[in-house]
């Protein structure tokens, strides 16, 4: 994967003379997202994510999609186990830069104890992605 670009291949043998052909490898068509950076677990309520979460926009051999500026948005789903509630705050939907989403200022607010939550990075027409995320 991200192997785009060009490349160079020599063949070559004892007595012979090498030969040298280039070739470019392009990226194909978005099919999908990755979370290439998480958001860093246990911030307290209401505090930024030390670590905010980075998507790429790939295609289905996990290039990432130079070219691609769709929008892409994360949701907060409820913890199954322990049921708290959690809000998630910040910028919501960021558009890509040269196929990079980059999150800042995201945080998860609730109203009591640790919790864990799934957050889910989405984009039209593209498979999404999920990630857990737990919080003070």
Known sequence: KDTIGSHTITYSSP???????????????????????????????GVDFVTQPVVKIQDSAGNTVTNSTVSVGVAITVNPVSGVVGTLNGTLSVAAVSGITTYAGLDITHAAGASVYTLTYTSSGLTSVSDDVSSA
Not at 27 to 39: S, W
């Open 15 to 45: 007595g012979l003379t090498s030969v040298a052909e280039t070739f470019t490898l392009t990226f194909g068509v978005a099919t999908k997202l990755a979370l290439t950076t998480a958001p860093s677990d246990g911030a307290a309520t």
